[in-house]
């Protein structure tokens, strides 16, 4: 018998409906999420920090702003040098010092007579902005903006006009002038002692001024509100590390909370401002010759890697270029160093191949995403099973001594506790790390293991969790162990 064929295509359609209506949902979004910028700030990982103004050439490191403007004079400037070894090092921003404490203007400031405009440097028609703006947009990499508030040359500084200038000033570097913006940082530090000025600062206003102008940018400061200081200057975020911070009754510098729980978080508040960490390559921010033979090595490299990256934070490193206005060869080589030790560790994915077993809410978040190479595919359990566990076997044992999860992060950051088992060749399973969070990256170090499976156990979780990747990496450079 013939069956007409818009039955057969109605029925098609009538098991496709089906077949949605019955996939299963991802879960819903738990707690405080990330906006997708800061999502994509996150997935930076890596930014370069540049210290630079009157202290690359008078040395200090606080300058306190009767610097004459002739003291900046880098004698070859080549902002396009900063942003191509940036990017050859696999760094995917570069932040500047516009304004540091001596309140000396990298660019044309409108607003200040202390600024490059009334400088020799270039006879007064150099914008080192702009330049660097023009060298990253050249190079594929984002440009991001310092701007201390705490001013010691301007004489508004302590009184409300002050605040109406800072705000004037954000916007001539803001507005446009230098394109998209990816961060602003506000530098929580005021030395001034007892009897020095005192600044209430206006810090909505100065927060909704970034936001009205540069609308992804991600605004950093103590507090957030989009990212918040790590609480040391050392590159090292707390083993347990929540993107998530109680910020009410806190503001920037002295107002902020107390650094561990800058360090560290807190865990399921309302508020979501992820990590990030400052850390110079050299001990001072600025270029001084006499730190040059002081440059971090690779291993120290490394260990911050591991302790800013590894530990769900972004790593700002503090790259300072010289008075020539370039980076320093030996800094520059040491990026190179520490670029190709991270491609060598990360190579191979020792994961890949793996069964993975585990179970899951059901199509589209099977327990295999965790290996795919793609941050929107994970997996997750049905809504309210906070406890799992993933296994992964080999063919062949596999020797490793780093193990990399992600959280699917759009959804919130979720696990709590977790430990990883191996199973040795001899059938027993053995643990090779305990730890509590893991966000967008954690990095776990553990001894060198050479097992035929290895599993994965989430022992807690604010709500169902969610893994986008499990990774298994063996390194030969770096070889700590302790996390
Ligand atoms: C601190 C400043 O006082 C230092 O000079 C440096 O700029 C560092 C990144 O932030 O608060």
């Known amino acids: 018998m013939h069956r007409p064929p818009y039955l057969s295509l109605t029925a098609v359609l009538a098991c496709l409906l089906a077949a949605v209506s019955c996939a299963p949902h991802p879960p819903a979004p738990f707690g405080a999420c990330p906006t997708p910028q800061q999502v994509a700030w996150q997935q930076m990982e890596m930014n370069l920090f540049c210290h630079f103004g009157p202290n690359t050439f008078t040395g200090a490191e606080w300058g306190d702003g009767t610097e004459p403007e002739d003291s900046f004079n880098p004698a070859d400037l080549d902002c396009r040098q900063w942003a191509a070894?940036?990017?050859?090092?696999?760094?995917?921003g570069i932040i500047v010092t516009a304004k540091h404490h001596d309140g000396f203007c990298l660019w044309p400031s409108p607003e200040s007579r202390h600024t490059v405009a009334h400088s020799r440097w270039r006879d007064g028609q150099g914008d080192v902005l702009r330049e660097l703006s023009d060298a990253c947009a050249a190079e594929g990499i984002r440009f991001g903006i310092y701007i201390s508030p705490w001013d010691r040359n301007d004489p508004r500084y302590g009184s409300p006009e002050y605040n109406d200038a800072f705000v004037r000033t954000l916007e001539s570097v803001l507005d446009g002038t230098y394109g998209p913006v990816f961060e602003q940082w506000f530098d929580g530090a005021c030395g001034e002692g007892p009897d020095g000025k005192k600044q209430v600062y206006d810090w909505p206003r100065f927060f909704d001024t970034v936001r009205r102008l540069q609308p992804d940018a991600v605004r950093f400061s103590d507090v957030g509100p989009d990212c918040r200081?790590?609480?040391?200057e050392q590159g090292a975020a707390g083993r347990s590390n929540w993107s998530t911070l109680r910020v009410e009754g806190f503001e920037p510098g002295a107002g902020s909370p107390q650094t561990a729980v800058l360090n560290?978080?807190?865990?399921?508040?309302?508020?979501?401002?992820?990590?990030?960490?400052?850390v110079s390559i050299r001990p001072g921010w600025f270029w001084r010759a006499s730190e040059t033979e002081k440059v971090k090595s690779v291993q120290e490299l490394l260990k911050i890697y591991y302790e800013t990256v590894g530990r769900n934070a972004l790593l700002l490193l503090n790259v300072p270029p010289d008075t020539r206005g370039r980076l320093d060869p030996v800094d520059s080589l040491r990026l190179m160093e520490f670029r190709a030790a991270l491609?060598?560790?990360?190579?191979?994915?020792?994961?890949?191949?793996?069964?993975?077993?585990?179970?899951?809410?059901?199509?589209?978040?099977?327990?295999?995403?965790?290996?795919a190479d793609d941050y929107g595919r994970y997996w997750a359990q049905p809504d309210g099973m906070v406890r799992g566990k993933l296994t992964l076997s080999?063919?062949?044992?596999?020797?490793?001594n780093r193990v990399l999860l992600q959280e699917y992060i759009p959804l919130g950051q979720r696990i709590s506790a977790f430990h990883v088992d191996a199973l040795d060749a001899d059938g027993t399973w053995r643990e090779i790390a305990r730890e509590t969070t893991v966000g967008y990256k954690r990095i776990v170090l553990t001894p060198d293991v050479t097992a035929l499976a290895v599993r994965v156990v989430i022992d807690d979780a604010l709500a169902c969790p969610t893994l986008s990747r499990i990774g298994l990496f063996n390194d030969t450079v770096y070889c700590a162990t302790g996390n």
């Open 264 to 278: 560290g978080g807190t865990p399921g508040a309302p508020h979501w401002a992820a990590a990030e960490a400052d």
């Open 394 to 400: 080999f063919d062949t044992p596999r020797t490793f």
């Open 229 to 232: 200081w790590v609480g040391n």
């Open 343 to 371: 491609d060598t560790v990360f190579a191979v994915d020792l994961a890949a191949g793996a069964t993975v077993t585990g179970p899951s809410r059901g199509a589209g978040f099977e327990a295999a995403n965790v290996l």
């Open 85 to 92: 070894t940036a990017r050859a090092a696999g760094f995917q």
